[in-house]
């Protein structure tokens, strides 16, 4: 049974960084596809980066595109998720999934598709002031 544990949530200023930490213990040996999703208050999840397990190949939504960086250290089975220029609307609950890509192909073509991640996190709190 794959765990996965996110960490290093917390205050941010407008314009600010904060780096978000997922450990990852427990996949197989396949394309195994790491994503960052987040949850406003009062909305719906929505995914905002993920990368590959074969080629490393990185995916991001439009809103965090150029301001969000998805990285792994594989040596400490942690994939990192770097935000950069935080705006008021990046508070929210920041949680760090994976699974097991059976068909990377097809899956390329909607890379963060929630409904794919069957590991998930408890999520980390980010907040940012204005």
């Known amino acids: 049974q794959a765990q996965v544990k996110e960490s290093g949530g917390g205050l941010a200023q407008a314009g600010g960084s904060v780096r978000l930490s997922c450990v990852v213990s427990?996949?197989?040996?396949?394309?195994?596809?790491i994503g960052w999703f987040r949850q406003a208050p009062g909305k719906e999840r929505e995914g905002g980066s993920c990368m590959t397990g074969s080629d490393e190949s990185t995916y991001y939504t439009a809103s965090v595109k150029g301001r969000f960086t998805i990285s792994k250290d594989y040596a400490r089975n942690t994939v990192y998720l770097q935000m950069n220029n935080l705006k008021p609307e990046d508070k929210g609950v920041y949680y760090c999934?994976?699974?097991?890509?059976?068909?990377?192909?097809?899956?390329?073509?909607?890379?963060?598709?929630?409904?794919?991640?069957?590991?998930w996190g408890q999520g980390t709190q980010v907040t940012v002031s204005s």
């Open positions: 427990g996949l197989g040996r396949g394309d195994n596809v």
């Open positions: 999934a994976a699974y097991e890509s059976l068909d990377p192909i097809r899956d390329v073509s909607s890379p963060l598709a929630q409904w794919r991640f069957y590991y």
